[in-house]
Every structure is written in structure tokens, then in C-alpha cells.
């Protein structure tokens, strides 16, 4: 009988390197965005050459795992970015009201879920985070301004807070495109005292539901609190249209 059976080939050490990384990004352990250890640093932790490490990395840039960012450092990439942000890019760039009310509607159902799940499954640390973002919020609120990134960062760390790792990558790449086009929208209505004091309660009642366990309550303030999103949103390109 001719054998199938091939020789096995140990593998290189930047190969252990490779697959050890992948992992830590499949299993949520290195988030999107995140940066990871120098050269140096892994090469000590590893007990590895510079050099294996720096083939690793090479490597895994040039599949999509890390990015290399202006200023220095290697960062995770999203793994939906390149599907799904990449052929959106130049559509959402117009500014297209329809397109971003369907971005908006993606985001509702991916976001009302995360907040279920992380009343479920937060860790104390990450309700700590939230806790610490929300008097950030309720700060900037007493001083009549508005940092959307605080904002965004809440609803970021309420996605981490699902332990999902897909679910993270792919919000991840969302807010990627909303950062360019709907926090644009927002702007506008977070110098507003009577919406800030409305957003504010909304992020306090997320992070009650969250604290205590509530899944079904968490989500049904994330979709209040997303609708009136939408809803600003509209109002904005309503007068932007009309001007």
C-alpha cells in the first residue's frame, strides 16, 4: 500500500510565535486596538531570539493579525476590519444618511445584546471601568461639555464585557466607521444641557443594570438610549439637508 503519511517537520520558532499570538487574539486575551509587547519584552517572556520574534510579527502584519502605528508600537488589528470595513470605507465616507441609519440599525442590534450579555457576564474590573467612565461623564456634564470619546469608550468597554470575542472585533470595526460620520452628528446635541442630563441618565441606568445583574433591564435602556441617538442623528441630517 503507498502511504499518505508525510515526515513531520518541526516547526520554527517564529511559527510557535505566530500561533501562540493568533491565539491570544482569537480567545479575546489581546483585544482590537490593543498594544503588544516590544521585541524585547516577548523575546524575554518567550525565551526566544529578537530576531524569531521580529519574524513573527513580520508575519503576522502582513496577514492582518497586527499593525505597525506612526509614533512606534504593534498593535491587534480588528480581524472583521479588513472584510467588512475596507468596502464600506468609501460609501460611509460620503456621508450618506441612508447608509448611516442602516449603520445605525447594526448597531442597535449589536449593541442591545451586548448589553444583556455583559449584565450576565462582567467582570468586577470591568465594572469598575464603567463606573469610572461614568463619573468622567457626570464631571464633563457639570462643566457643560461633552467628550464623545469617554462616551465611546463606555460602550466599548460594555462590549468587552460580553467576553465575546467576535462580537468585540466586530464593534470594534463599527465604531471605526462611526468615529468619522455619526460622532460628527453627536456633537452637536452633547453641548446641550437637556440632552446631556438625558444621555447621562441612560449611561447611570446601564451601569445600575450592568452592577446589578440585570440583563433584560440593560437591554432595554441601550435601546432607549440608542433611539434617541437615532433620532438626533436624523435631526442633524435633516438640517444639514435643509440648509
Request: aromatic fraction near 6%; avoid cysteine; charged fraction near 25%.
Amino acid at each position: 500500500m503507498t502511504t499518505v503519511f508525510q515526515p513531520i517537520k518541526p516547526k520554527k520558532i517564529s511559527e510557535e510565535i505566530v500561533q501562540q499570538i493568533k491565539q491570544l487574539i482569537v480567545s479575546g486575551d489581546l483585544k482590537p486596538g490593543e498594544r503588544i509587547p516590544s521585541e524585547r519584552e516577548l523575546s524575554s517572556v518567550l525565551g526566544v531570539s529578537r530576531p524569531s520574534v521580529r519574524e513573527a510579527i513580520m508575519v503576522l502584519e502582513a496577514t492582518g493579525f497586527l499593525e505597525s502605528r506612526q509614533g512606534g508600537g504593534t498593535y491587534v488589528r480588528s480581524l472583521t476590519e479588513a472584510a467588512i470595513a475596507d468596502p464600506l470605507t468609501n460609501i460611509v465616507g460620503s456621508k450618506e444618511p441612508r447608509i448611516l441609519y442602516a449603520l445605525t440599525e447594526v448597531r442597535m442590534g449589536i449593541e442591545t445584546w451586548s448589553a444583556y450579555l455583559a449584565a450576565e457576564r462582567a467582570t468586577p474590573e470591568q465594572i469598575k471601568t464603567l463606573r469610572k467612565l461614568y463619573r468622567t461623564m457626570e464631571r464633563q456634564t457639570s462643566e457643560g461639555g461633552w467628550d464623545p470619546e469617554v462616551d465611546a469608550q463606555f460602550h466599548y468597554t460594555i462590549t468587552e464585557a460580553t467576553q465575546n470575542t467576535i462580537q468585540i472585533h466586530l464593534l470594534d470595526t463599527i465604531h471605526t466607521l462611526f468615529q468619522t460620520t455619526i460622532m460628527v452628528a453627536l456633537t452637536g446635541f452633547y453641548q446641550k444641557e437637556e440632552y446631556l442630563q438625558r444621555l447621562l441618565i441612560h449611561h447611570h441606568d446601564l451601569l445600575d443594570a450592568i452592577e446589578n445583574r440585570d440583563p433584560e433591564r440593560a437591554q432595554q435602556v441601550m435601546r432607549e438610549h440608542l433611539e434617541v441617538v437615532d433620532e438626533k442623528m436624523r435631526e442633524y441630517f435633516k438640517s444639514v439637508s435643509d440648509d
